[in-house]
């Protein structure tokens, strides 16, 4: 494989650096984590010219050091703890500009089976190739052990090499990967291994050290492919060839009616012919899933195989407790928050039950859905809707919003489900959790909630320039399922992927206050509104009302703004 030849480090440092960290500045400006300070107190809060400046001229005499992140430690969802590391603002901008440099070299070589934090993929997209998975026979739901905390820097270094044949920017990536965290008793600890969570560049940077398991995989799925199709079931034929000579011999007319009911007991082929092998694979981030037409011992070497792989040539652990070989048929399973199951059970007594269906069907997880509400507190204990407390203080188009927020959250990616008829239950507990906080807010009941905005809870209000704007729920008038849902995530993954960058430069704006051409600004950032805490500052409420999350202002205003210094009246006049 060729490698990459030109000084990227260089390329950082030369006269276009500037257009490449405004590039990186303007994708990750709005980012929840844009505003989080690191380890020194510092986010892209104030970027400026002058960081621009600062960072080329170490880039150029390669001075450059990445300060330590800032961590912290969040719940996951099965109790166990995930350590998150937070650059600061600087550091942000050399890593995204890393990130970008990574993505334009490495995306056309990633393979098709990986589709974690990639452009134009996401989970609906490796949902739809599990989809294509007919007659599949066993699962193999393979979980890496601490994948992001175990990535073996050395081995990265080796990868990387195949590829790009700088070192000064092997050098500077190996500086961020080695740039350690204050722990949140402010200790520092050195990183010799692992890849920080959080950081801009450690995703892809994880994806390039797992192609090396897409690439394995893909070697085994064409080894172990074999037949072209599944020979003829003999029971079925047999069956099927004395029914057919009992119609022609003109036998009692229930001998053939019994024949006939047998053939349909029997699938037509051999579900486990020996000579008809087929593996099939995706990846998303450190999650893989595997699907096999063959017997489970190819499933339990395959297994181990994959173990020995990840033990031998990445320095990674499978996880045993749930890396699992799953019997298709039997038991469900969940990849990526969806339910798998071949074949579906029909409950009614009118409808006609294939046992030997073959389909790969995606279910939602409706029980995990209706969980996450009760942790939000929109409902109680057994999935009743109650008043958000929270919210209350709100005004009555904030709380219609944040309904519509989590219904597209919770139901917008769920529409290709087989079961996307239980949404009306989620609708409906949203629905009267929303309605009771309106309720509770103007201490009126629940009929009289329904009277005043209607069904869909409309809300009138005006906005920051005094035009009268609604809003209401945004309600599933229907919640039958959309067959191709998943399938055009799958067909969007086809196209040609190509870069595009906002080349827009904030710092050429005027300020904001002052409008004067002549000064130099800085942006002014704020944090997402759930995040902002009640007084807002006269700065942040003009922010509010223009829908804006970053502002340019000069120095002195920067400075104002900083102190506090402005009224909301000399704002607004301004």
Known sequence: MPTIATSTVTFIACSTAETLYIIAYNSVKSNDGAETSGADGTSLHGFCEEWITELIASMRDQSYQPQPNRTTMILKSNGKMRKLGFPNGKDKLVQEATRIILECIYEPTFSNLSHGFRPKRSTQSAIAEVETWRGTIWFIEGDISACFDEIDHRKLETILRERISDEHFIRLINKILKAGYFDMQHIYHGTKTGNAQGSCCSPILCNIYLNKLDRFMKNNIETDTSGRYRRQNPDYAKTRY???????????????????????????????????????????????????????????????????????????????????????????????????????????????????????????????????????????????????????????????????????????????????????RIQYVVMFSIAKTLARKFDISIKKVFARFGKSLSVSFRNAKNKVCTVSLALYKSFARQKNFFTIFKSATKSVFLPQYNLIDPLASVCYIYGNPNFRVSMYHRKTKKKLEKPYSPIVTVMLDINRRQIPLCAHCFADAETGRFQLNQLKRR
């Not at 181990?304 to 019997?327: A, G, P, Y």
């Open 242 to 424: 004395l029914y057919k000579k009992a119609i022609s011999n003109g036998s009692d007319p229930e001998i053939i009616k019994h024949l006939k009911s047998e053939t349909k007991k029997l699938p037509t082929r051999d579900r486990y012919d020996p000579n008809f092998r087929r593996v099939k694979y995706v990846r998303y981030a450190d999650d893989f899933l595997i699907g096999l037409i063959a017997p489970k011992a190819n499933a339990i070497a395959l297994k181990q195989k994959i173990k020995e792989f990840l033990k031998n040539e990445l320095c990674l652990r499978l996880s045993d407790e749930k890396t699992k070989i799953t019997h298709a048929t039997d038991n469900d399973v969940t990849f990526l928050g969806y339910i798998i199951r071949k074949g579906i059970i029909k409950h009614s007594k009118f409808s006609q039950y294939n046992p030997f269906d073959s389909t790969i069907r995606i279910f939602m997880n409706t029980d995990g859905i209706l969980k996450k509400l009760r942790e939000n507190g929109m409902c109680t204990g057994n999935y009743y809707p109650i008043g958000i407390s929270r919210l209350l203080r709100n005004p009555p188009e904030e709380i219609i919003k944040y309904g519509n927020q989590v219904l597209r959250g919770l139901l917008t990616q769920q529409r290709g489900c087989s079961n996307f008829f239980k949404g009306w």
